[in-house]
């Protein structure tokens, strides 16, 4: 850097002295640990007032909180892979025999490949062409009420 350019107190200084202050600098940072020490000695001081406020305040314990029941333990299974078998066993059931699910409506469970078998040969049921709107159709009745904010 070129000296010739540089005022002569900023050269004596050693640093530019237009740009920053040291005092200011160092009255911030003592400000600031002033600030910090202070904040942390109102906290200590709230923290031991709610201490002592809890420990002698003599308010009746609830009744509740002394209550001697156990809590119940979770429900488990006393012999679990017997109930996985017995679970199993039902679920197949279901699914691969014919069972009668309401005889006088005529509805009856059957086995799911049986029932895939019947999809296969009959197809999904589908509706009727011309039974359903399109999509170039309007809705009658109800106005468009941006039309009718326009036609004002």
């Known amino acids: 850097m070129d000296q010739a350019n540089v005022p002569s107190k900023t050269a004596e200084a050693g640093h530019e002295l237009s740009d920053l202050s040291a005092k200011n600098v160092a009255l911030f940072g003592i400000m600031l640990a002033v600030i910090i020490i202070a904040a942390v000695l109102v906290t200590a001081a709230l923290f031991r007032h709610f201490y002592t406020v809890e420990t002698t305040s003599q308010v009746a314990p609830s009744p509740l909180s002394y209550s001697r029941e156990p809590t119940p333990g979770p429900k488990l299974s006393v012999n679990p892979g017997q109930d996985l078998q017995t679970m199993r066993a039902a679920e197949d059931a279901a699914l691969n025999n014919y069972e009668w699910v309401d005889r006088e409506k005529g509805i009856v469970r059957i086995p799911v490949d049986r029932a895939i078998e019947i999809l296969a040969q009959k197809g999904l049921p589908a509706r009727p062409q011309g039974s ?21």
């Open 132 to 152: 359903g709107k399109t999509i170039e159709e309007k809705p009658q009745g109800r106005k468009n009420k941006a039309a009718q904010g326009n036609q004002r």
